[in-house]
């Protein structure tokens, strides 16, 4: 015998209108800033720090009343993590907005184009020099740090267990890498000054933009080695197999199918570690010195680098100090642009071989 249910009741769940929060955030921003102008204390910090807690005071009760408790605590949840996000942008903002305000001052044609070289008092002087330095440093660090990072990355994750010994070295070389990590910057300048001036190619106080560049690639290969020992890992052991099973060799199925298919990561990982690399002062201190002229060869002389120069034209400006003010921001200004350009890059690179949908 069938059992009847009566009918069952929906009732509609009320909820704030969309715009609501929009609507409190403003009127906790007026009441915030009106009382920040009154008492003469305003800023964005402190415009921050009271408006937060005016927003919350009022969209809780309001939540409350209309929606019931268990949505109005999601909403403060939710309210009390996107605060949090904005206080952690204030720095960023902050860093940004004085580099950018005080480097556009000389972020013009001269200072891309001309040097140090005979450049005193009123002399305006540029960075390109250093540009230039800080570009061939950094290329040749990629060239010696890139294929050892990727092949001990292969060997890690292809070679590492086939053997007791090999696991022992794997084991080894993993420690080394962490280790690598996270020594401070200054002490591979220390390294590679030492190795450089002990041998017969330099002499004792030899400076060079080979040896600031074997500098950073002792901070620039522990990147690479982590980033690409990941990214080989999480291709599908189904490829490998698959390519075994047509008899394909164990180092060309690496060739052509493990590094193809984790090029993207690989590559990312790379870009990022030269994002690392590039704005590093300390090893450059002491293995590359500066220079006032343009230096092409990184084998012989000193070098200009673009941290070095922007360290050196705010701590010893010249008379009038202005300009070598100036020239400091400026080159910071330039400095994050091509760290931001290298996170773009990197990004783009890997949205390009990203796997297709």
């Known amino acids: 015998m069938a059992s009847q249910v009566g009918p069952v009741e929906i009732t509609e769940h009320r909820s704030l209108p969309y715009y609501t929060q929009s609507i409190v955030l403003i009127i906790a921003l007026v009441l915030a800033g009106s009382f920040l102008a009154i008492t003469d204390s305003f800023n964005l910090f402190t415009l921050y720090a009271l408006a937060v807690p005016i927003y919350l005071g009022i969209l809780l009760p309001l939540s409350i009343r209309i929606e019931g408790r268990r949505y109005a605590i999601d909403r403060l949840a939710t309210g009390i993590i996107v605060s949090t996000f904005a206080l952690a942008l204030f720095p960023l903002i902050s860093v940004l907005q004085t580099v950018i305000t005080n480097g556009a001052a000389r972020f013009d044609v001269a200072f891309f ?161 030269i994002a690392r690399v590039i704005g590093e002062t300390a090893p450059l201190l002491v293995t590359v010195g500066t220079a006032v002229g343009l230096n092409l060869n990184p084998f012989s002389g000193r070098m200009a680098t673009l941290p070095y120069f922007t360290y050196i034209s705010y701590m010893q400006p010249g008379v009038p100090p202005q300009h070598g003010i100036e020239r400091a921001w400026a080159g910071a200004l330039v400095l994050i642009l091509l760290v931001m350009a290298l996170n773009l890059l990197a990004r783009l690179v890997a949205a390009y071989f990203a796997p297709k949908k």
């Open 113 to 273: 184009t001309q040097t140090m070289h005979g450049v005193f008092g009123d002399m305006l002087g540029g960075s390109f020099h250093a540009i230039v330095g800080t570009l061939i440093i950094t290329a040749v660090t990629a060239v010696i740090s890139i294929p050892i990072g990727v092949l001990a990355a292969v060997f890690l994750v292809e070679y590492g267990d086939e053997s007791p010994m090999s696991r022992t070295f794997a084991r080894a070389l993993r420690f080394f890498v962490d280790v690598m990590t996270g020594i401070p910057s200054i002490v591979a300048g220390l390294f590679a000054y030492s190795v450089f001036s002990l041998s017969f190619f330099y002499g004792v106080g030899a400076r060079a933009g080979f040896i600031g560049a074997v500098a950073l690639t002792v901070l620039m290969i522990p990147i690479v080695v982590r980033n690409t020992e990941e990214m080989l890992q999480l291709v599908a052991r189904d490829l490998r197999e698959a390519s075994y099973a047509l008899g394909v060799p164990k180092w060309r199925t690496i060739l052509k199918v493990v590094i193809p298919t984790a090029s993207g990561g690989i590559a990312t990982g790379v870009t990022l570690a």
